[in-house]
C-alpha cells in the first residue's frame, strides 16, 4: 500500500502592515476610473505634486453633481477581512470647498454606504496642500445606508457590503461654484489577516483520486486576485495560472500545452495581491 505524506512547504501570513491594498499613483493612473452621474471623465496621471510623488486628477464634467474616483477590481470582491479595518486616502481641490456632499460610497450586496467627510473631518484643501482621511470600516464610523440622511447602517450590512464589494468610490469634487477639479493620491483599504495560503507539495498521477493536483489552501480567501507559476528544475517555466482557485485553474502535472509532465522536482512561486511571493517546491510523481 502506498501512503503519501503531505509535505508543508510553506505558508503565506499577511501581517498588519503586509495586509492592505494600495494605489500609490507613481506610474499611472493604475486603473482607476471616474464618474459624474452615469458617466465621467478619464483620471488624468500628474507625475509630480502629489503627497507625496505622482497623483491622479479628474475635472467636473458635469454641474450639480459629485464627481467620484472609482477604484480598479484589485479593491473588490470579497473584502470581509476588512471589516474593522481602515480605509485611507489623501485630497486635494482647484476651487474652495464649500459643500459637504458624500466623501465615500461603498456598493456591494446590494446595498449602498455613504460616509460624509464633515463633522468628522475638514474639508479638502486647496493646491498644492493636501488633506488625508481615515475611515474606520465598522459601525464605529457613521457609515448611512442609501444617501446621506439615510439611517445608520448595521454591523451586519457593513459586512454585507465588503462581502461582495462592486463599488468602491472616492468623492473628488466639494464645490458648488464653476468647473473645479480634485486630486487624489495615497489609497490603502487595510485587509486585516483572513488566514493562511497553505501549500501541500506532494503531486500524484497515479488516478487514485488522491493528491491529484497542487493543493493550495484558503489562496482565494487570502488572496483571490494571484497567479502561479510551476517551474522545473532548470528554471524553465512550464505552466502558469491567473487566479489559482483550487478548481477551474489548477496545476495538474500537465505543461502549459496539456502535457504529462516528467517524475521529479518542480518549483512553484505564488504572487499575491499584498504580501511577499511564495515560493518552494513540488515533488511530482506519477
Known amino acids: 500500500m502506498k501512503v503519501w505524506i ?10 498588519t502592515a503586509q495586509a492592505q491594498l494600495t494605489s500609490t499613483f507613481d506610474t499611472g493612473t493604475e486603473g482607476w476610473t471616474a464618474i ?27 454641474g450639480g ?11 473588490l470582491g470579497n473584502r470581509a477581512s476588512s471589516y474593522g479595518q481602515t480605509l485611507r ?33 475638514q474639508l479638502p484643501v486647496v493646491r498644492p496642500n493636501w488633506s488625508s482621511y481615515s475611515f474606520r ?17 448595521t454591523p451586519a450590512q457593513i459586512q454585507t457590503v465588503l462581502g461582495a464589494l462592486t463599488e468602491l468610490a472616492i468623492n473628488g469634487e466639494y464645490s458648488t461654484t464653476g468647473a473645479d477639479e480634485g486630486g487624489l493620491d495615497n489609497v490603502v483599504m487595510e485587509t486585516g489577516d483572513p488566514g493562511l495560503i497553505t501549500v501541500y507539495n506532494a503531486l500524484s498521477l497515479n488516478n487514485d483520486l488522491r493528491n491529484d493536483f497542487f493543493r493550495i489552501d ?5 488572496s483571490p486576485v494571484n497567479t ?44 499575491a495581491e499584498a504580501g511577499e511571493p511564495l515560493t518552494g517546491y513540488l515533488h511530482l510523481r506519477k
Open 6 to 15: 503531505f509535505l508543508l512547504a510553506g505558508s503565506m501570513a499577511l501581517s
Open 36 to 62: 459624474d452621474n452615469q458617466s465621467g471623465p478619464t483620471p488624468t496621471f500628474v507625475v509630480s505634486g502629489g503627497n507625496p510623488g505622482g497623483f491622479i486628477q479628474v475635472r467636473d464634467g458635469v
Open 65 to 75: 453633481t459629485a464627481t467620484y474616483f472609482v477604484a480598479p477590481a484589485k479593491f
Open 89 to 121: 486616502f489623501d485630497l486635494q481641490v482647484s476651487i474652495t470647498a464649500n459643500s459637504s456632499t458624500a466623501g465615500v460610497r461603498l456598493t456591494g450586496g446590494g446595498l449602498v454606504l455613504v460616509k460624509l467627510l464633515t463633522p468628522d473631518f
Open 137 to 153: 470600516l465598522d459601525e464605529s464610523v457613521a457609515w448611512r445606508v442609501g444617501s446621506t440622511g439615510g439611517p445608520l447602517a
Open 218 to 222: 484558503n489562496i482565494q480567501t487570502v
Open 228 to 271: 502561479v507559476t510551476v517551474y522545473n528544475r532548470w528554471g524553465d517555466e512550464v505552466w502558469i495560472g491567473t487566479n489559482y482557485d483550487n478548481d477551474r485553474v489548477v496545476f495538474v502535472g500537465k505543461s502549459q500545452d496539456g502535457s504529462v509532465l516528467p517524475s521529479g522536482v518542480y518549483f512553484y512561486r505564488i504572487n
